[in-house]
């Protein structure tokens, strides 16, 4: 964006032409919230989704095709890490209406658009479902669907609220640069001009001249034009001093850092400045990504677990051991602990991505001698 300004003695006339070489449009609080939105979407597609049953009375883990369809492939189209990922992220884009996971042909679909019948004493049905360019001629039930919705109401009216008036602080900070630091010119010349148009001498005044033949001058790959020799002009350039972007970055900066107060993620992690030392990234985990997770396990539960079953212990766990990184000889004390108070070999080797081990002893659990005598109690 150029600012000119055009001087002309002979009519004692001030121009002012804003010159335009691409639009700009700024959404700074567009890109904030897409920022925090893939940071929670990242997180959780890390996540291990477990299936635990019944089975002799007891509860066991089970790898059976529910295990396969959370965490393999949900459908022929997709991965479960990139699914659940997508899945999440429209759970918050779309926070009215949350995001629909649709049962279809033994495979987990999510709906880039649907209709409800939000109805409230009976089971809300889905009707006009479509997946891509496909639109699935079936009403759905409550049962035949996993919506999950985020619990973040109030904060999407908060934010909405918040970015009606920030965008008109942000329009008025970005023309302030624009005209601080916009290149302004003289230019003394005719108050009236004549051009060729169909063979014909038409008059045209000055600002329309400048319109048509001075703006090439800042457009493509131009480094400059030829203008008639009646025509001076002066770069106004150290006469009128320049103001930086400090201001500017100032308020992009203030934006993206209510975003992540909104989303309860620590400044830090949002910013990728974490240090070494700094236990921000447990904030993250639970104030950011905690909720979110525990909204999509109760919506796997409340589908795919009848309600006696899950009350004798079967349902669907969504590990969070997999979203950090272990590295194996850092962990190495850590591990020798949780092996000291009875976890085995292969629950160990699993929390670090390694396979089990197919030996009986891989499964035993063993209490050292100094944990098994604490839990007889204190003195007698």
């Known amino acids: 964006m150029f600012e000119w300004l055009q001087i002309f003695p002979k009519t004692n006339t001030v121009y002012q032409l ?18 925090a939105i893939d940071m929670i979407a990242n997180t959780i597609s890390k996540c291990e989704f477990r299936h635990y049953a019944i089975e002799g009375g007891k509860v066991k883990e089970k790898f059976d095709e529910e295990y396969y369809t959370l965490n393999v492939r949900p459908n022929p189209n997709d991965d479960g890490t990139a699914f659940w990922k997508r899945v999440t992220k429209k759970s918050f884009q779309d926070y009215e209406t949350g995001a629909l996971v ?15 019948n939000d109805k409230v004493l009976v089971s ?7 997946i891509g360019n ?7 039930s409550a049962d035949d669907v996993i919506l999950v919705k985020q619990n973040n109401d109030e904060i999407a009216k908060l934010m909405q ?52 033949t001075l703006r090439g001058l800042f457009e493509g790959d131009n480094v400059g034009i030829p203008v008639d ?4 002009l002066q770069i106004l350039g150290e006469k009128i001093p320049n103001k930086d972007s400090t201001d500017f970055r100032n308020l992009i900066r203030h934006v993206f850092e209510d975003v992540a107060t909104a989303f309860h993620i620590p400044r830090d992690v949002f910013f990728g400045t974490k240090t070494e030392k700094s236990t921000s990234m447990t904030d993250f985990l639970t104030f950011a990504v905690d909720n979110p997770i525990q909204v999509l396990e ?17 349902r669907i766990v969504i590990d969070k051991l997999r979203i950090q990184h272990f590295d194996v000889i850092d962990s190495a004390v850590a591990m020798d602990k949780y092996f ?14 390694m396979p089990r081990v197919e030996e009986d002893w891989a499964d035993e659990h063993h209490v050292t001698k100094n944990y098994s005598e604490s839990t007889k109690g204190g003195e007698k």
């Open 340 to 353: 000291a108070i009875g976890f085995s070999h292969n629950e160990i080797r699993r929390w670090l991505s």
């Open 161 to 212: 609220k918040y970015y009606a008036n920030m965008d008109t602080m942000i329009s008025y900070a970005l023309n302030d640069y624009r005209q601080k630091n916009g290149m302004k010119i003289i230019a003394k010349m005719p108050g009236k001009w004549k051009v060729k148009k169909e063979n014909e001498d038409v008059e045209i005044d000055a600002q329309t001249y400048l319109n048509t």
């Open 102 to 116: 649709v049962i279809h042909n033994n495979g987990l679909y999510l709906a880039d658009s649907f209709e409800v």
């Open 134 to 140: 496909y639109k699935l001629n079936k009403t759905f």
């Open 124 to 130: 809300k049905t889905y009707s006009n479902v479509t």
């Open 298 to 314: 109760d919506a796997l539960n409340g589908h795919m677990i009848e309600k006696e079953k899950y009350i004798k212990g079967e």
């Open 229 to 232: 020799k009646s025509i001076e």
């Open 18 to 35: 804003v010159v335009s070489t691409a639009g700009l449009e700024f959404e700074a609080q567009t890109i904030a919230m897409e920022k």
